[in-house]
């Protein structure tokens, strides 16, 4: 009896002694939650405006609101957008992770920044963990319905809806992005009035390498902008509900985005000289434009050269019209607007084909960029019209001429 006494405290010991070395873990202290006054997303921006420039807060200030958008569809990264009752804007994380859609957050300022980025306004430079405080989870928040023509960059950062809306015809078969490449890419919504918008997808989304929907219908999007030119974002694919049947809408759509001025099928006939169309972003633009001129390194050229469409079915729909952006600068002939049911694609079209000169509203100079409004293409009708723009200059003058958003649409 006593051996075995002896056993069961030495066996009680031991089990004393290991569960003395068994490790416990702390629970982390939770952020501290500091006190600070308010403000409104609507008076971050009139505080931002009215200092016209980078401000690094260092005040104990707060801002509350919900987060609508994140990054879960790859769409952005490293920061998502928030809005109130005031107005939207988008909040720029030092990490990605940690805040998502619907969560109800109150971002702690001191030590953020506040400034504009291509003209679109950040809260930048947060902290995850020590500038944001959840306030509460799965909040849902009503997108505001808009039409395009609505849409401005006032609405920035805003969270919007668009009904009776498709992708344009000359851009269906391809993808919102190109997620082989990883390369964004911009895509042109339109509605039955005749409006369009930019949508612009990055090649790292989840949902890059779908195929854009061929029907119409509603978008949930967040408005964004390029200094003043609007892009819209999709924050999720889910939220693009496009099954309805098409409307008629755009036919053929050039805006030169590619950098290609032959792309889509347009061809140049270069019928006096060597000067050719090419593309260019110059002045700030945020997309490539085409723009021709015969002045080079100092020198002006004998001229003449036509930009020339693909043929195009006019007789898909009813009342066809033709839209463009134009500008140009410097002495010379004004740009010709063409169009022919018959020219042959190959030869010089000054012998080729019967061009009928067209009427548009063009640019008053000093590089002033203006739309032709709707030039109607009614008497030239076909399945093979085309349309063309004719360039000339000499060896004393010539002007540069640039054209961008040419539409065909009906």
């Given at each position: 009896m006593k051996r075995i006494t002896v056993l069961y405290s030495l066996i009680f010991v031991v089990a004393m002694g290991l569960g003395a070395c068994?490790?416990?873990y702390d629970?982390?202290?939770?952020?501290?939650?500091?006190?600070?006054?308010?403000?409104?997303?609507?008076e971050l921006r009139e505080w931002q405006a009215t200092t016209g420039g980078k401000i690094s807060i260092q005040e104990d200030i707060s801002v509350y609101g919900v987060v609508t958008m994140d990054e879960n569809d790859g769409n952005i990264y490293k920061n998502v957008y928030m809005q109130d009752a005031t107005g939207a804007v988008n909040v720029r994380m030092l990490s990605g992770g940690g805040v998502y859609e619907g969560d109800s957050i109150r971002i702690y300022l001191n030590g953020t920044v506040l400034n504009k980025y291509n003209g679109v306004l950040q809260i930048d430079s947060v902290d995850?963990?020590?500038?944001?405080f959840k306030q509460a989870t799965n909040i849902s928040y009503a997108p505001e319905v808009v039409n395009i023509d609505e849409i401005t960059a006032l609405k920035e950062s805003e969270l919007i809806r668009i009904n009776n809306v498709q992708f344009i015809n000359p851009e269906l078969g391809g993808t919102f992005a190109d997620g082989e490449n990883l390369i964004s890419l911009d895509r042109t919504l339109e509605d039955a009035s005749g409006n369009s918008i930019i949508v612009r997808t990055s090649g790292y989304s989840s949902f890059a390498d779908q195929p854009l929907p061929e029907g119409s219908g509603s978008i949930i999007c967040i408005v964004s902008h390029f200094n003043g030119n609007v892009q819209l974002l999709i924050r999720s694919f889910s939220e693009i509900n496009l099954s309805n049947s098409r409307f008629p809408g755009f036919w053929h759509l050039k805006n030169f985005d590619d950098g290609d001025v032959f792309s889509g099928g347009w061809m140049t006939y270069k019928a006096i000289g060597d000067i050719e169309w090419e593309t260019s972003s110059a002045g700030g633009s945020p997309t490539d434009y085409g723009v021709i001129s015969n002045y080079v390194d100092g020198i002006k050229y004998d001229s003449e050269n036509w930009l020339i469409s693909p043929p195009i079915d006019l007789e898909q729909g009813d009342s066809p019209v033709l839209n463009f952006d134009n500008a140009y600068s410097y002495i010379g002939p004004g740009l010709e607007l063409y169009a022919c049911i018959d020219y042959d694609g190959v030869s010089d079209p000054n012998t080729s084909g019967t061009w009928f000169p067209l009427s548009a509203v063009w640019s008053g100079g000093s590089f002033v960029w203006v739309n032709s409004g709707d030039v109607s293409l009614e008497g030239v009708?076909?399945?093979t019209t085309r349309i063309a723009f004719k360039y000339?200059?000499?060896v004393s003058d010539g002007s540069t001429w640039e054209l961008d958003n040419i539409v065909i649409r009906g």
């Open positions: 068994k490790k416990t629970t982390p202290p939770l952020p501290e939650d500091p006190t600070s006054s308010t403000m409104t997303i609507g995850v963990d020590k500038n944001i009708i076909s399945p000339q200059g000499d």
